[in-house]
């Protein structure tokens, strides 16, 4: 079962008192000019004028989640340059800060909701003048669940550490369910050289290359670009083997515009795991 279709399936989750309605069919156009599509089921988190917050679906591991911030809600910092920051961080991983207005004009923020148990989402409002105020309810921010993920999940770690959670025989190093999605968590810093940028737009990307049983070779990106292209941060992948599948052989490459390349491919011989 995908992603996609257990969001349909699950009980909805959120920490807080928070209602849950219906999102609305909606687009939303990353910095990168890649165009994803909300589907039915894919979680909104909004955070209304009148102080209500919402949630319309559970926050899958590896799934797109959007957030709708009314700038009503801070109104204390409207003098030069004053945007209004998002934060949100899963458990006591490396926070993500951005802009929620571009150029401007307020937007929503697309993610892919990452691996943990609880999602902490705060704002903060701030201008040239020095004035600065926040929305984080008192402190403590707003927090979501996240449920667990459908299948297995490969760490691809900082160095050359790589662990594996829901494997049928329940150690770090055994099969992976042949049957369930997995979800690619690749740690950036494994490939940190390839970084240039370019007008302020960063020209760099990780890639995962993917096979199962000696088939096609799959390719699809480890980053998600933000912030109008100025920045990116890592995404989950998500693969689906094929039926009958025993054997799933992956590697990886950085590169950017100035024709930097890099490889992290276990030294030629790629990184093998059985499914099960």
Known sequence: ???????????????????????????????????DTFEPGDPVISFSAEGSVTQSALLIPGSLAKVHYDTSRLKTCRGLNWNIMLSYQADATEAHSFELLVNGVATDLMFTVPLGHDLAIWFDNEDSSGCSDSDSRNGNDYHFSIAPPPGGVIHFQSGDSIKMDGTTDGTATGPLPADEPILVDYDLSRLPECRAAKNGRQTWDVIANWRFDQGVIESDSLTRAVANGTERIANLLELTPPAG????????????????????????????????
């Open 245 to 276: 599948s025993q054997r799933l052989e992956m590697w990886f490459e950085n590169s950017d515009g100035s024709g930097c390349a890099r490889s992290d491919s276990n030294f030629g011989n790629n990184f093998i795991f059985e499914l099960k």
């Open 1 to 35: 079962m995908s992603l996609r279709a257990l969001v349909m399936v699950l009980s909805l989750g959120c920490v807080e008192a928070c209602t849950f309605n219906p999102a609305p069919l909606s687009e939303v156009l990353l910095g990168s000019g890649k165009l």
